[in-house]
């Protein structure tokens, strides 16, 4: 099905309810599609499997990040399939899973999940880095008082890094 027919069939909330945690993986599938048609779960868990791979370089920049000890949280707008990327590609080696919208019960860019970040931190947002690739996500953190960076590959977040006076640098692969 493609991609605009899909967003016409399926439920305008159920997927939002998803990621914030107030529905299970049972009622995702049943609610998904406006009609009621059957939804292939599995089938979507493994295009979410399937399709989630690093970014060249940015597990180097990730290694790179955490031996200087920079303390890295996700902070995500995933459902609790959040498993499904961490058993594929092992970022809790780097980061920790701290702030999940499905935990949270809210999402990007809700001010209120930034400032609970910063509060379950014990830190001033100026003492934080926000890291995304949606403008919308680093426009809120920059306005709850943020630095934001939106990144679109590991040599840009690294010199955007490097700007703000953390020098990593990503290996040539």
Known sequence: MPMKQLLECKHPM???EFEKGLIDEEELARNFFIDGRDFDLEGLKECMRSGYSYLDGMQELLQTLAADDFEIHAFTNYPIWYNII???LKL?????WTFCSCIAGKRKPDPEFYLEVVGHLGVEPCDCIFIDDRPTNV???IEIGMGGLCFENADSLAKDLSDL???VSVPKL
Request: glycine content about 6%; proline content about 0%; charged content about 25%.
């Open 14 to 16: 159920v997927w939002i």
């Open 92 to 96: 809790s080696a780097y980061l920790s």
């Open 86 to 88: 961490e058993d594929k």
């Open 139 to 141: 426009k809120c953190a």
């Open 165 to 167: 006076g953390i020098n």
